[in-house]
């Protein structure tokens, strides 16, 4: 058994916590199982974590790799480990497009052979112990079954619009494994009550599959199976969902019943209901407030009065004030807000914008302020149309501008024109203030290099 865990999403569903950086799997709110009553992110845990620790727990991290986006990449490795398998999307598409990606890297570069089961679960996914044996149950069941797909069919635990629906044949109920009838996506209140009175199971995104099976719809679309060749021609596969493109018009296929704690959180009602305290940041909730949640990542406090069922959330990238009967609609009505991610946590630590300045024709002014944890480096790189200038607060770091080598600490200023190449790596934490001016300032103007520390070495009292 192979297991690819997907981790894609746009950022739009916890608007403003999460973005195009920072989907809500790695959103670190809720207290891990091991925390104290502080607050710090020393004491939180993200979905990605938990759901990779899980893994670990029953033996699956080993088997699996995870599908991600490029711009996920140095959030995952800063969160869960660098030397994480991951199958990065050249540009983000859809779950069919990843899933055959990642198929064809368990092919070619994992060489695992056509009749391996291979199993896709969701990362952003908080579920118990018997999930993920449900998960090791579906591979084995599916061994021996002569279905093309399978899946895993949660037990409904109120009528919901935001699941699809499987039917099953009804005279099936104690088999392990049920003939599917048919599937019915998101439907209203009234129509999902009465498929829940009818036997139907939640589709909580968990498909199985022999590898030969998704390497034929390649041949059949005249698509490389080959990993390299296939990521080249990526922009060739269609943008659409797995339960669309593959799911919904397969005849032959199973589901498995499940019955468990399962969520995917997939709304702010869904979030603050798992989490412990109703305030969590700077900020005060008075007592008459009732079943109203804050988040706040912010440095100034949020003070709420008189205000009931309600969800109130802050961070750099905006403040979202909602009734909570309404929270789900949220990804609708933000659809044409299109700032950049004000805050993103990277491989090395993380960074936020706390200033822009586009006043001037060809002139961009971007003001970060930047973390960089004790022996992590920013990569060698060189930006086309900006320059820099940063501002050490805090810490201590080794910096290379165009193969000029020194030291710099606290209250130093370095200043990187446009074309030089740099790093910084921090020998203590280091805060520092990046200011970038240019005429054009976004995340595409970058070029890395390839640099090894120990080649730069540094005669420096400790």
């Known amino acids: 058994m192979r297991l690819i865990v997907l981790s894609g999403g746009s950022g739009k569903r916890l608007w403003p916590l999460s973005n195009d950086y920072r989907s809500k799997q790695f959103i670190k709110v809720m207290d891990s199982d091991t925390s104290s009553d502080e607050s710090t992110d020393e004491y939180r845990t993200s979905m990605i974590q938990r759901v990779w620790a899980k893994l670990q727990e029953h033996n699956l991290a080993e088997s699996a790799v995870i599908a991600a986006s490029r711009a996920q990449q140095e959030i995952i490795q800063s969160q869960i480990g660098a030397e994480v398998p991951l199958v990065l999307e050249p540009t983000r598409r859809d779950t069919f497009p990843a899933i055959c990606l990642a198929s064809s890297f368990l092919h070619s570069r994992m060489s695992a052979d056509d009749d391996e089961i291979i199993v896709v679960m969701p990362v952003d996914v908080e579920a118990d112990d018997s999930f993920y044996s449900s998960i090791k149950q579906l591979a084995q069941l599916f061994q021996t079954s002569s279905a093309n797909l399978g899946l895993i069919g949660l037990k409904p635990t109120h009528p919901s619009e935001k699941f699809g629906y499987i039917l ?160 789900s609609k949220i990804k609708d009505v933000i659809q044409d807000i299109s700032a950049r991610p004000m805050y993103q946590e990277t491989e090395y630590g993380w960074c936020r914008v706390i200033d822009e300045d586009n006043q001037q024709i060809n002139r961009q002014v971007v003001t970060k302020k930047v973390q960089i944890w004790a022996g992590k480096h920013i990569s060698y790189h060189v930006h086309a149309h900006r320059n820099e200038i940063w501002t050490l607060i805090s810490g201590k770091a080794e910096i290379v501008v165009d193969e000029r080598q020194f030291i710099a600490r606290s209250g130093d200023i370095i200043h990187v024109q446009a074309g030089s190449k740099h790093a910084i790596k921090a020998i203590e934490a280091v805060n520092l203030i990046e200011v970038q001016i240019g005429e054009k300032v976004d995340e595409e103007d970058i070029t890395r290099y390839d640099i090894d520390w120990n080649d730069y070495k540094l005669s420096w009292e400790g």
């Open 168 to 327: 099953t044949n009804a005279a099936q109920e104690q088999a392990t494994l049920l003939n599917i009838d048919r599937f019915v996506e998101k439907p209203s209140i009234e129509e999902a009550s009465e498929l829940i009175e009818n036997g139907a199971l939640w589709n909580c995104g968990v498909f199985a599959f022999r590898l030969g099976y998704i390497l034929r719809l390649l041949d059949e679309r005249s698509l490389p199976k080959e990993y390299g060749r296939l990521s080249s021609q990526y922009h060739l596969l269609p943008a659409i969902s797995f339960d669309y493109q593959i799911v919904e018009r397969e005849n032959n296929i199973v589901v498995h019943p499940y019955q468990g704690n399962w969520s995917d959180l997939g709304t702010w009602n869904d979030w603050t209901e798992t989490m412990p305290n109703r305030m969590n940041g700077k900020g005060i909730l008075s007592d008459d407030c009732e079943n109203t949640c804050v988040i706040n990542e912010l440095q100034i406090p949020i003070v709420v009065m008189g205000v009931s069922n309600a969800i109130i959330a802050a961070s750099p990238d905006g403040i979202l004030v909602v009734d909570r009967s309404v929270s």
